[in-house]
T-cell receptor, first 119, second 114 residues
Framework: DAGVIQSPRHEVTEMGQEVTLRCKPI?????LFWYRQTMMRGLELLIY????????DSGMPEDRFSAKMPNASFSTLKIQPSEPRDSAVYFC?????????????????FGPGTRLLVL | AQSVTQPDIHITVSEGASLELRCNYS??????LFWYVQSPGQGLQLLLK??????LVQGIKGFEAEFKRSQSSFNLRKPSVHWSDAAEYFC????????????FGSGTRLQVQP
């Protein structure tokens, strides 16, 4: 299993440009999460999808951010226009919901992240 | 709201010494607890997890963690640290009710001296 795949690994762009981050979840996982990591705020959830449907986007900072999941094997996070304060590491994670003994259990597996620098 | 506290921002140990990284959580129900490790420039790798059952959990790379409900703690331990263990370690609790978000601690950076 290749794990969660993210691209690009690094992105440097200028303020005002559009940035698109990509994620391929682990095959068979039905949930996908986008997190952002910054020094000031640590790791925080931006949005997650279940069966390709966005369930909770309350963590998305503002309208400049959008995410899509057109199929079970691909998701994008887009920032348009980008700003210097968007500089961070963006992680994608996936999970497969499971139950054990009637209890809901979930483990999220993370990709390598995309390091974004907006100048 | 749930929260995770990792009191130690930075820890330095000598290679071969034992290690304990502290994690305290606040959670309204039975918590699911995780430890992840992040090597420099890398993603988050799952070390171990606790859902229920035996409170002593074994993970990869020789790590273990013990869930203590009375202390709201989930400390990570390793009996003998290797230089390759130098990294940042994150404790997480989840899922957040209704949001399925993991709540992460601020991390503990481990430095290993030769």
């Amino acid at each position: 299993d290749a794990g969660v795949i993210q691209s690009p690994r690094h992105e440097v762009t200028e303020m005002g440009q559009e940035v698109t981050l990509r994620c391929k979840p682990i095959s068979g996982h039905n949930s996908l999460f986008w997190y952002r990591q910054t020094m000031m705020r640590g790791l925080e959830l931006l949005i997650y999808f279940n069966n390709n449907v966005p369930i909770d986007d309350s963590g998305m900072p503002e309208d400049r951010f959008s995410a899509k999941m057109p199929n079970a094997s691909f998701s994008t996070l887009k920032i348009q226009p980008s700003e210097p304060r968007d500089s961070a590491v963006y992680f994608c994670a996936s999970s497969g919901l499971g139950t054990s003994g009637g209890q809901y259990q979930e483990t999220q597996y993370f990709g390598p992240g995309t390091r974004l620098l907006v100048l | 709201a749930q929260s995770v506290t990792q009191p130690d921002i930075h820890i330095t140990v000598s290679e071969g010494a034992s290690l304990e990284l502290r994690c305290n959580y606040s959670y309204g129900a039975t918590p699911y607890l995780f430890w992840y490790v992040q090597s420099p420039g890398q993603g988050l790798q799952l070390l171990l997890k606790y859902f229920s059952g035996d409170t002593l959990v074994q993970g990869i790379k020789g790590f273990e963690a013990e869930f203590k409900r009375s202390q709201s703690s989930f400390n990570l331990r390793k009996p003998s640290v290797h230089w390759s263990d130098a990294a940042e370690y994150f404790c997480a609790v989840g899922p957040d009710t209704g949001r399925r978000a993991l709540t992460f601690g601020s991390g503990t950076r481990l430095q290993v001296q030769p």
